[in-house]
């Protein structure tokens, strides 16, 4: 009896996928739940289980196939494995190339004697002041022959001798010059969302600078003891997450969307973190973020790094979401724009934290300073309220125990 392997259902709205890798090949034993495809859709990477101990016998959809909901992607065969037979071609008769036989060279012209050569010949030499030595002889004994001469005057002068060639520039290491690369499909769901929120929303972005000095003497008081208490690092994306919340509450439009003609205010705060993943960039969610002590932020975050990095990560956990916070610094960027991630109005650009000099009040001193960059989308969220919740957040990460006293 056969067991057909088909793709399970992949959540809501996602109608297909592409099979990435298969694990086993025909041939090969399997047991019930073992692990045989990697499934790519365009926001997860799936594992498909077999459903069945037996035999991989046939692969219905190869890797890179496009499959939907319920497709068939490949049957188990009842029974145990045995030693499968690798197709081997027929021998064919081995084909010997005959020896190449070696063509006799032909003789080479007589070296010429101009002195023996004919007078016609001696005369046509000295009026073109040609070297007897260059022309090829064809008459007896090396004799130079009026034709010898004539068609060496029709090839015009011997080229003169060539020129030391320049060194070599180095090469290239072999290697192909471009590679082809089919695109994933969660990098191709990623291109589709990005130029869909700069098709439609009106999207600008502001910014402003922020002042680490106070976090960082916190995190340097507090590590050891946080660390300690909860299992978890205290990191810098805790205390951003609640003060993206606490401005927030003050502009609601920040954390709203547009449906249709109407404008959802959610009194709720689920926010996305980006991950970078080798794949691409993923944004799991942190629900209920408004609720969670820094220690229970962070815990989610580093769960959710975690999974990115496996390809673990569920349909459920990156969907839905209020408004994205992306760190750009943990690579390098001192500043950039990051782009909404549809259907959120606000997305917020962290970078990295650099020392400069900076006047606190008639004073110029070395700070830990980091630029904030909000993006927003202008339909949604005027001018005043951008640039206010950005001055919200720097207010709160200037001053961190406006989160502990909710100001």
């Given amino acids: 009896m056969a067991t057909e392997i088909k793709v399970p259902p992949l959540g809501e709205s996602v109608t297909e996928g592409t099979v990435a890798r298969w694990l086993k090949k025909v041939g090969d034993s399997v047991k019930i739940d ?6 790519e859709t365009d926001k997860v990477t799936v594992d498909v289980p ?3 101990n037996g035999v991989l016998s046939e692969i219905a959809a190869p890797e890179g196939t496009n499959v939907p909901v319920g497709g068939l992607l490949g049957v188990i065969a009842e029974g145990a494995a045995g030693a499968a037979a690798k197709p081997t071609a027929a021998s064919a008769p081995k084909v010997v190339a005959p020896k190449a036989v070696a063509a006799e060279p032909a003789a080479a012209p007589a070296a010429s004697d101009l002195n023996r050569s004919g007078p016609a010949a001696r005369k046509l030499v000295e009026e073109n002041k040609l070297d007897p030595a260059s022309i090829a002889a064809t008459g007896k004994d090396g ?13 015009g002068p011997a080229a003169a001798p060539a020129a030391t060639p320049a060194p070599a520039a180095p090469a290239r290491e072999a290697g192909p010059r471009e590679q082809r690369v089919r695109m994933t499909r969660l990098r191709q769901r990623i291109a589709q969302r990005l130029k869909e929120a700069q098709n439609t929303a009106a999207m600008l972005t502001t910014f402003n600078e922020v002042d680490m000095t106070a976090i960082l003497a916190i995190r340097e008081q507090y590590k050891e003891g946080f660390e300690k208490k909860h299992g978890v690092k205290l990191g810098f994306m805790s205390f951003f997450v609640k003060a993206c919340i606490s401005a927030l509450k003050e502009l609601p439009a920040v954390n709203a969307e547009i449906s249709g003609d109407e404008l959802i205010y959610k009194n709720y705060y689920d926010i996305g973190v980006a991950v970078g993943t080798e794949n691409g960039l993923v944004v799991p969610v942190v629900r209920d973020a408004d609720i969670m002590s820094f220690s229970d932020i962070e815990k989610q975050i580093g769960v959710y790094g975690k999974k990115a990095r496996d390809g673990k990560l569920s ?14 610094g943990v690579y390098g960027s001192l500043m950039s724009t990051p782009i909404l991630n549809p259907p959120q109005s606000g997305i917020l650009g962290m970078h990295k934290t650099q020392k400069r000099p900076v006047a606190i009040g008639d004073k110029v001193e070395i700070r830990p300073m980091m630029y904030l960059a909000l993006s927003y989308d202008h339909r949604v969220i005027d001018g005043r309220e951008a640039v206010t919740f950005l001055v919200r957040v720097k207010e709160n990460l200037e001053d961190p125990q406006r989160l502990l006293l909710d100001m």
């Fill in 34 to 39: 073992e692990t045989l495809i990697e499934f």
């Fill in 143 to 155: 004799r130079l022959t009026k034709g010898d001469v004539l068609a060496a005057i029709d090839k």
């Fill in 315 to 328: 349909m459920e956990e990156l969907t839905g979401g209020t408004f994205t916070i992306s760190n750009g």
């Fill in 50 to 52: 077999s459903p069945a």
